[in-house]
Each structure stands twice: as structure tokens, then as C-alpha cells.
């Protein structure tokens, strides 16, 4: 059964703080990584897709990096607008085309 | 804009009715889905639908149904045999055939019960 773990389940930070959310997986073989921006009451924002091993994706203030294990979203320098709900999410190899599995997301708080 | 539109925002739901929500796209995704997001826990998935006329059932499909008539259009029932139906709903959709194409998301529809 494909599984995925993140952590912390919140965090708050300073503005202008940098830290990393954590994305651990367990699946059969991985297609894909997801990650997503949730803000209260909106349905999730696609960010980021990851397919192996060592790549990396940047996108404003946002890096994201995969290892066969794992999956970090680091935000450098983080502005109160990047205060959200982050979800990963895995496709594996082998499943229903396109069926993703969740985590239960790390709610993200960043004070001015 | 293309996009997922999901309606209504808010549904109450009394006992032992059932109510419909409904998910339109027009970004010509052959593929649907509806996903159910409790407090403090991830998406699961309810259903899915990667063709017209076709659908399967997700992790969590006792107590929903769906159809699949349009290509645009996947509605789903919350039927009163969903004994704890309190949840925000989310309708996502992307394209098949294609390989690590993101799911996109609608708005969502906060179910309560009266």
C-alpha cells in the first residue's frame, strides 16, 4: 500500500525565516511527486512534479527536491502570503492512471 | 478561463436525504475525481472516472455514487446510507494518456448535516 508521511504537521516561522517541509513515501515504484498549496476554504494549487531521483524544481520563493526516499519543500526567505496548507502526493507505477495518494499536509503560518 | 467549477459553495443535508454535488470542466480532461478532506487528514479519493460512461470506486465509496454522462460534467451523490457526510468535497480532473500530468482542483463544497 503506497503511503506518505509529512512533517512537521505545522510550523511557524518569522518572515524572512528559512526552513523545509518534509515528504516521506512508500510506493511500489514512483511515477510521480506532487506538491500542492492549499489556502483555507480553496481547493489545492498544483506547485510542483518531480519524476526522479536528484531533480530539482524552484519556483519563486519555493524549491522543491526528491530522493528515493523523500521529498522537501524548502522555502527560502518566506513572506506572510506563503502561509498555507503544503500536500504531497504520490502517482506509482502501475496503479490506476493518474490515482494520486496524499499526506495529511503541513500547515505552514509565517509572521510578519 | 478554463477551469473546474463546483457547486454549491455550502449544502446542508437533513437525515436520510440524499444530495447531489456537482463538478464541471472545460479543460477537456478525459479524467475525473472527488475527493473527501476531513480536518487533520489527507484527500481520499471517493471515485473516479478516466472515461465517459466509465468510473471506478475510490478508498472510501460506500455511501456515494456517481455517473459519468458528459465528458465535462461528474456529479456526485451523498446518499443517507453516508452516516458521517461532514466534510469539505474537492473535484479534480486531469488529462490520460500523458504521464505525471498534475491533478487540478475545483473550489470545493462544504457538506454539513442539519
Known amino acids: 500500500e503506497d503511503q506518505v508521511t509529512q512533517s512537521p504537521e505545522a510550523l511557524r516561522l518569522q518572515e524572512g525565516e528559512s526552513s523545509s517541509l518534509n515528504c516521506s513515501y512508500t510506493v511500489s515504484g514512483l511515477r510521480g511527486l506532487f506538491w500542492y498549496r492549499q ?17 530539482e ?4 520563493r519555493l524549491k522543491a527536491t526528491l530522493t528515493k ?10 513572506k506572510p502570503e506563503d502561509s498555507a496548507t503544503y500536500l504531497c502526493a504520490v502517482q506509482a507505477v502501475g496503479g490506476a492512471n493518474s490515482k494520486l495518494t496524499f499526506g495529511k499536509g503541513i500547515t505552514l503560518s509565517v509572521r510578519p | 478561463d478554463g477551469g473546474i467549477t463546483q457547486s454549491p459553495k455550502y449544502l446542508f ?18 479524467a475525473m475525481y472527488w475527493y473527501r478532506q476531513d480536518p487533520g487528514q489527507g484527500l481520499r479519493l471517493i471515485y473516479y472516472s478516466q472515461i465517459v460512461n466509465d468510473f471506478q470506486k475510490g478508498d472510501i465509496a460506500e455511501g456515494y455514487s456517481v455517473s459519468r454522462e458528459k465528458k465535462e460534467s461528474f456529479p456526485l451523490t451523498v446518499t443517507s446510507a453516508q452516516k458521517n457526510p461532514t466534510a469539505f468535497y474537492l473535484c479534480a480532473s486531469t488529462t490520460t494518456g500523458v504521464t505525471y500530468q498534475p491533478q487540478h482542483f475545483g473550489d470545493g463544497t462544504r457538506l454539513s448535516i442539519l
Open chain 1, 39 to 55: 489556502d483555507p476554504g480553496k481547493g489545492p494549487e498544483f506547485l510542483f512534479t518531480l519524476y526522479s531521483a536528484g531533480e
Open chain 1, 57 to 60: 524544481k524552484e519556483k519563486e
Open chain 1, 69 to 78: 526516499k523523500e521529498s522537501f519543500l524548502h522555502i527560502t526567505a518566506p
Open chain 2, 13 to 30: 443535508r437533513k437525515e436520510g436525504q440524499n444530495v447531489t454535488l456537482s463538478c464541471e470542466q472545460n479543460l477537456n480532461h478525459d
